[in-house]
């Protein structure tokens, strides 16, 4: 069975929009949890635009007592800086289940690549023993094609594989070409002894057929999609609850 992971950084986004409290991350986390999710993801950046150390620290207690996984992302190479201690740092402060390294530079957007392991193989090695030596499961963010025997290599227990140009072909009405190398990596991930999760742009229209077309995928973590789905579900019930106050 392929395991839920809702992603609660577009949560963390809003709240700071205003500075306050609301939408408060761990309500949301509890209610995601109260539906069946099977764990929460944050990918907190150096920045503090999503989710902040505050946060990490109180989703990770959460998770904990509810018995769920906890998934944290970052980039282990990006230098620490005031309320961002470094990803393997706040990975010693909140021990996640699983601590999923990507490799976006300072200040991106979102995420819109993989390791290229044949490049980073060597510097990867150190991060990824520092999390197993913490207890945390690590899975590498990885491009459909890349070299994933390199990600055994380094030590790490899973990929992810990143889904984004799929959804865009998605999108575009023509993905079986971004399916099938999405298959491919998985199935060499898996040969290479990984285990394979899967996100980024995953979203209740493409979730299916992405799953369909490569099976075996242990979990996938959404949040931007799942957030907006939310907002748009959500609307229409609380515009009437608000019209029945006027
Ligand atoms: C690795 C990955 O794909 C996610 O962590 C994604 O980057 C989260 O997206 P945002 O940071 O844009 O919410
Ligand atoms: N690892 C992917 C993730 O956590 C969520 O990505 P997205 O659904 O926000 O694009």
Redesign the pocket.
Known sequence: MTRL?V?L??IALLRNARGGRDPDVLQAARACLDAGAHGI?V?PRPDARHARADDVLALATLCRERGVEF?L?GNPFAPARPGYPGFVALCRQARPDQA?L?PDADGQL??DHGFDFARDAAVLRQPVAALRALGCRVSL?ADAGADVAQAAAVGADRI?LYT?PFAEAHARGDASEALERCAATARLAREAGLGVNA????SQQNLAAFLAAVPGVLEV??????VVEALYGGLVPTVRRYLELL
């Open positions: 992971s992603n950084n577009k993801t990918h998934n992302e999923t990507v979102t995420s963010f992810e984004g996100g980024h742009d995953l973590s959404i949040g931007h999609a799942l």
